[in-house]
């Protein structure tokens, strides 16, 4: 099962219903599936259902989400009845999540939550529709720390008759920016609006102007300031009239009910047949005073391209994305820099169904995450399951990540990312008689990369971006050692490490925990390298020959102990499945429990030996002696080169690689 129904009538103004799978993680962990293109350096790749209690309704999901802290979310609920008896959002408090009624304006018979920004645990905006049986009008709520309140001053533009604010952006509680779209009677004409907040009330933006004066929609905003905000959606190209009015009883693709009270694509009843619109890509820059276009390139391959979530870094650097989930379009992103659009390619989807990216949440320009749905077979309207995909400023990979068992669809449709924290996703499933909410939560993986030295030195690289790099915690440089320093390992949250010395004996820094050594220990060969398992209780150590020694939670997966070698074993890394690699001092890779072959040094001319490796998201690195970097991927680019000592004057030299 795939969704076809979602966020009012913004799904609907431009052609084709969006069809939206849901669904949920499997069991109580979300479990990697298959991966593709680049490997992310900065990335939420390790999910955990923290699903919210049920709701009345049996058509209701969580639909957006705006994290401040890790004890303090808010995700929209939406119900595809629209029940003003089910205006609610959630809110999670570190642990759980519960449920809280919001307040709807008097008459109001239905009601949509579509965006949600939090700026403190005090202060939060949610905005939507509420509507009659005549019409319906853009609304909002706001908390202050204790209720909700209805949020004051929130009116159509001028002519308009339907209306509804489907993204909203706050920077304090004394101003936010609200963008949504607007139609007549008769929805003939569609234009994009924004609406001010500015501490006391909302008060109109001035006037958006899609280019060339087309029928325009926003769906989704993000300010970095008051003068600093990125609006995205979408524009019609052509003067086709979009839509015939219907009853409650009209039927989407695949028979989904229609949103509450809203049209169908299709043509009103006195007009004369004609080609549909074509859609483009929309987005319009904020500068504190006026509204500007900002042009995007079209996506290649993409049919009817609309943008579904914009994400900006800085005033310099915007990610927008999207995907019409039809079986002839695709999942696309563009990102925004130096003041222009450009095309960041996606790479198919891990299912090799059709894929759309529903959200995307940047903290830095190297490090977003998106979310959204892809298909487990190449019909559009099969069965779902949730989508993930990492961007790390070079390129997207994108990953799979399953479902519990027995559900027909999953599908995540927000996210909210903290910076050198976590991301939490919101979003729902689906069985075969309900819908529920079903979110999750995943740590984001720190990026760079460290090495170590034979007397203990080290040296860390990484991105720019605060608090993303793998920090220094300590070395045994200048300490009398027992055996020299041969390897080192950086445990899963980034935040401590590892070294190893040639006699087996282990030190620990940061919160890397000590689960035993071989110091003391009978060795045929001496210890060369260590590796830390995926979850970071337990570690690897190998010797020169290729045994391997278990500690913790690491499990054997075989060695090349016994076998003849062309050069003597220097090294091991682990993947995140938990298989691992050996690696020779002339750059042979070994791999063992399911770990795959991307490449090696093997029939290189190396300056100097290599003497390490580690696994990197979609590749892995090689290490040499002088600290000289080498790159391997599984089909995508390679994992980022930050920084070597190749050329560097070493008073010991390199003897591993941290990742």
């Known amino acids: 099962m795939r969704w076809s129904v979602r966020r009012g009538f913004v799904a609907l103004l431009f052609g084709t219903l969006a069809a939206l799978g849901a669904a949920g993680l499997t069991g109580t962990t979300g479990v990697a599936g298959a991966a593709t293109g680049f490997g992310s350096q900065v990335a939420a790749t390790q999910w955990t259902a923290t699903n919210p209690p049920a709701l009345p309704s049996g058509e209701s999901y969580d639909d957006s989400v705006s994290c401040v802290s890790s004890s303090f979310c808010v995700a929209t609920v939406l119900d595809e009845g629209g029940s003003v008896a089910t205006a609610a959002v959630q809110v999670w408090n570190g642990a759980t999540w519960t449920t809280a009624g919001i307040p709807v304006p008097a008459g109001a018979t239905e009601v949509e939550l579509i965006s949600v920004s939090c700026t403190s645990a005090v202060f939060c905006v949610v905005v939507g529709t509420d509507g009659t049986s005549s019409s319906f009008l853009p609304f909002a709520v706001q908390w202050d720390g204790s209720s909700w309140s209805i949020s004051p ?196 989807s891990p299912t090799a169904g059709p894929a759309s990216i529903s959200a995307v949440n940047c903290i830095s320009p190297t490090s977003c995450t998106a979310v959204g749905e892809t298909a487990l077979g190449t019909d559009p309207d099969s069965d779902g399951t949730y989508l993930a995909g990492s961007w790390n400023g070079e390129g997207w990979s994108l990953q799979a990540v399953g479902a519990p068992a027995g559900t027909e669809g999953a599908a995540w449709f927000g996210i909210s990312c903290l910076t050198g924290g976590f991301c939490v996703t919101a979003g729902g499933l689906a069985t075969a008689t309900s819908t529920v909410a079903s979110n999750a ?40 050692l027992n055996a020299p320093i041969v390897g080192t390992a950086i445990v899963p949250s980034g935040d401590g490490y590892y070294l190893v010395a040639s006699d087996g004996g282990v030190f620990t820094f940061g919160s890397a925990s000590f689960y035993g050594s071989a110091g003391g220990t009978h060795l045929n060969k001496p210890i060369v390298g260590m590796a830390a398992t995926p979850n970071g209780r337990g570690y690897y150590l190998v010797a020169s020959d290729g045994g391997v020694f278990t500690y913790g939670n690491a499990v054997f997966a075989g060695s090349t102990a016994g076998t003849a070698l062309n050069q003597p074993i220097v090294g091991m890394a682990v993947t995140p499945a938990g298989g691992y690699y050996l690696v020779g001092a002339d750059g042979g890779v070994f791999n063992y429990g399911g770990a795959p072959l991307l490449g090696s040094a093997g029939s290189l001319h190396l300056n100097k030996p290599v003497v390490g490796m580690g696994v990197a998201p979609g590749g892995y690195y090689l290490v040499a002696s002088d600290g000289g970097i080498f790159t391997y991927s599984g089909g995508g680019a390679r994992p980022l080169f930050f920084g070597s000592t190749g050329g560097t004057p070493l008073n010991a030299p390199i003897v591993g690689i941290g990742v």
Do not use: K
């Open 153 to 348: 001053g929130v009116t159509a533009p001028s002519g308009a008759t339907n209306a509804e604010l489907t993204g909203v952006s706050c920077t304090g509680p004394t101003w936010c920016m609200a963008t949504g779209i607007a139609a007549d009677n008769m929805f003939d004409v569609t234009n994009a609006f924004a609406l001010q907040w500015n501490g006391s009330g909302w008060v109109p933006s001035p006037s958006i102007v899609a280019p060339g004066g087309s029928d325009a929609e926003l769906t989704s905003i993000s300010c970095t300031a008051p003068t600093s905000c990125m609006a995205v959606g979408a524009s019609a190209v052509g003067t086709a009239p979009l839509f015939v009015p219907h009853a409650q009883s009209s039927s989407g693709p695949g028979g989904a009910p229609a949103p509450f009270g809203f049209p169908m694509p299709g043509l009103h009843a006195n007009a004369v047949p004609h080609a549909p619109p074509v859609d483009q890509l929309l987005a319009e820059q904020w500068n504190g005073s006026s509204w500007s276009n900002s042009p995007v390139p079209p996506p290649p391959g993409v049919t009817d391209p609309v943008f579904e979530s914009v994400s900006c870094a800085g005033a310099g650097f915007c990610m927008a994305t999207g995907g019409f989930e039809e079986a002839s379009s695709t999942a696309f992103a563009e990102d925004w820099s130096g003041g222009t659009w450009s095309s960041t390619p996606i790479p198919a």
């Open 441 to 480: 939560r995943a740590p984001i993986g720190r990026t760079g990369y460290r090495l170590a030295a034979a007397d203990g030195g080290i040296f860390s690289y990484g991105p720019a971006a605060p608090n993303l790099g793998a920090p220094f915690a300590g070395s045994m440089g200048g300490m009398h």
